[in-house]
């Protein structure tokens, strides 16, 4: 498809020259003599690609750039400028122009100018796309009480530089929610790292983590730098903590109260400005009770703490996970979309799903891969669903109010170590109506 470029020149003999050389080397182009026209043909339909002279009667070309700053992002615009002006050129550029050219126009310089351009623009339009595919992918799905919770807590979490400890059991989503925080933060323009420190042997995690030095170590050809340098100004994220042993532990503790780091073999520290979130499916208070985490470093990462429900507590997010489950998969295959009956629906609702989330989608996705036609129905579900341990009967309105209830105690006690009062006041209710709802609800501090 042919770029579409325009040109806003009030001088006739430019607009000429400009369409000819551009018109030649395959593009499609668009001419206006005024700023005021100029600016109805963008708003009209966005082009490719915009010449805006800096000169002209009525709405020069600042105006017609503080006009369109909302599309300077999107668009890139190259401003024509005489000798004499090159310092409101300049000033053009920090509006958001993408270059200027000075005249005379030398036509390898357009068309260099064009490719350019034109380039930037496909590529900020695929990181756009890909990082809208990338929300898509990563969303939180749900709208049950429990699920309500956490949302909460990402959105009071987000906005700040805290450290986050999410915990839950292993396939409820830990990485989702690390995702939504630095989403929503203000480090959302830098770098998401992620590290699984259990998949990591114990002997490389330093050097994975903080970097090595050429020569630190056997292997060590060149220097290397590690997860805290690459995340500088964004978001690092430390799955499964609990199984970093004590030396990087130290190291870890470091990081967070110094802001330095220093790579493996190295003498100088280097600060680094990331953000820590991490995850486990461990309970840190047992393993430091236990001696096998520190302590001084448990109370660092958990500064804001977000429990992720297990699936069996959220029930009801079912018939919202499965089509979403199913759209995704058949997009991504390339197959025709498929639809599930809402009994197939209800069965999957009755178990209790040890996996969670992750053993759902897998469910999903091999009902979509065996069932032949484009519905799903109760047949197509594993016999392992339809025989494995079921959600107590009887489930009804009351017992969901009360697992949702029980998980808003639960975060709100476990935000203020279990200051009862602290947290009667985080939910806005009595102190000792809560006492009361605690004892009915059996909660007990683990």
């Known amino acids: 498809m042919k770029p579409r470029i325009l040109v806003i020149d009030d001088d006739f003999e430019i607009r000429k020259s400009l369409k000819q050389t551009l018109e030649y080397a395959g593009h499609e182009v668009t001419l206006a003599a005024t700023g005021e026209e100029g600016v109805k043909l963008v708003e009209h339909d966005a082009p490719d690609l915009v010449f805006l002279d800096i000169k002209?009667?009525?709405?020069?070309?600042?105006?017609?750039?503080?006009?369109?700053?909302?599309?300077?992002?999107?668009?890139?615009?190259?401003?024509?400028?005489?000798?004499?002006?090159?310092?409101?050129?300049?000033?053009a550029t920090k509006l958001g122009a993408f270059d200027f050219i000075e005249k005379p126009l030398a036509e390898e310089r357009i068309l260099v100018t064009v490719r350019n351009a034109v380039d930037t623009r496909r590529l900020k339009t695929e990181n756009r796309t890909?990082?809208?595919?990338?929300?898509?992918?990563?969303?939180?799905?749900g709208d049950s009480p429990a699920l309500a919770a956490v949302r909460g807590a990402i959105q009071k979490a987000a906005p700040t530089n805290a450290t986050v400890l999410i915990w839950g059991e292993s396939g409820v989503g830990k990485e989702l929610v690390a995702r939504?925080?630095?989403?929503?933060?203000?480090?959302?323009?830098?770098?998401?790292?992620?590290?699984?420190?259990?998949?990591?042997?114990?002997?490389?995690?330093?050097?994975?983590?903080?970097?090595?030095?050429?020569?630190?170590?056997?292997?060590?050809?060149?220097?290397?730098?590690?997860?805290?340098?690459?995340?500088?100004?964004?978001?690092?994220?430390?799955?499964?903590?609990?199984?970093?042993?004590?030396?990087?532990?130290?190291?870890?503790?470091?990081?967070?109260?110094?802001?330095?780091?220093?790579?493996?073999?190295?003498?100088?520290?280097?600060?680094?400005?990331?953000?820590?979130?991490?995850?486990?499916?461990?309970?840190?208070?047992?393993?430091?009770?236990?001696?096998?985490?520190?302590?001084?470093?448990f109370y660092r990462l958990s500064v804001v703490p977000i429990r992720v429900p297990a699936l069996r507590e959220r029930l009801q997010d079912i018939a919202e996970l499965v089509p979403y489950f199913l759209s995704e998969f058949c997009a991504r295959n390339n197959f025709r979309p498929r639809t599930i009956e809402p009994e197939a629906v209800a069965l999957l609702e009755r178990y209790t799903w040890p996996g969670n989330v992750r053993?759902?989608?897998?469910?999903?996705?091999?009902?979509?891969?065996?069932?032949?036609?484009?519905?799903?129905?109760?047949?197509?579900?594993?016999?392992?669903?339809?025989?494995?341990?079921?959600?107590?009967?009887?489930?009804?309105?009351?017992?969901?109010?009360?697992?949702?209830?029980?998980?808003?105690?639960?975060?709100?006690?476990?935000?203020?170590?279990?200051?009862?009062?602290?947290?009667?006041?985080?939910?806005?209710?009595?102190?000792?109506?809560?006492?009361?709802?605690?004892?009915?609800?059996?909660?007990?501090?683990?």
């Open 56 to 91: 002209m009667p009525g709405m020069d070309g600042l105006e017609v750039l503080q006009k369109l700053g909302h599309l300077v992002s999107t668009v890139p615009f190259v401003v024509i400028s005489a000798h004499g002006d090159i310092t409101t050129a300049v000033e």
């Open 130 to 141: 890909y990082r809208k595919d990338a929300e898509k992918k990563h969303q939180i799905v």
């Open 180 to 297: 939504a925080i630095h989403r929503d933060s203000l480090r959302r323009d830098g770098p998401f790292v992620q590290v699984n420190c259990a998949a990591i042997p114990d002997e490389l995690i330093e050097s994975e983590l903080f970097g090595h030095e050429k020569g630190a170590f056997t292997g060590a050809a060149a220097l290397r730098r590690g997860k805290f340098e690459l995340a500088d100004r964004g978001t690092i994220f430390l799955d499964e903590v609990g199984d970093l042993h004590e030396a990087s532990q130290a190291k870890l503790l470091r990081v967070l109260q110094d802001g330095e780091i220093q790579r493996v073999g190295g003498e100088q520290p280097i600060r680094v400005a990331t953000r820590v979130i991490s995850a486990t499916n461990r309970r840190l208070d047992e393993l430091v009770a236990d001696g096998k985490f520190r302590e001084d470093l």
């Open 359 to 446: 053993e759902l989608r897998n469910v999903v996705e091999r009902m979509a891969i065996l069932t032949p036609g484009e519905r799903i129905t109760t047949d197509a579900i594993p016999l392992e669903v339809r025989s494995g341990p079921t959600a107590r009967a009887g489930t009804g309105l009351q017992d969901v109010r009360d697992s949702a209830e029980r998980e808003l105690i639960r975060q709100a006690l476990d935000q203020t170590d279990w200051n009862v009062s602290a947290a009667a006041r985080l939910l806005d209710t009595e102190r000792t109506a809560l006492h009361k709802r605690i004892r009915t609800l059996g909660l007990k501090r683990q």
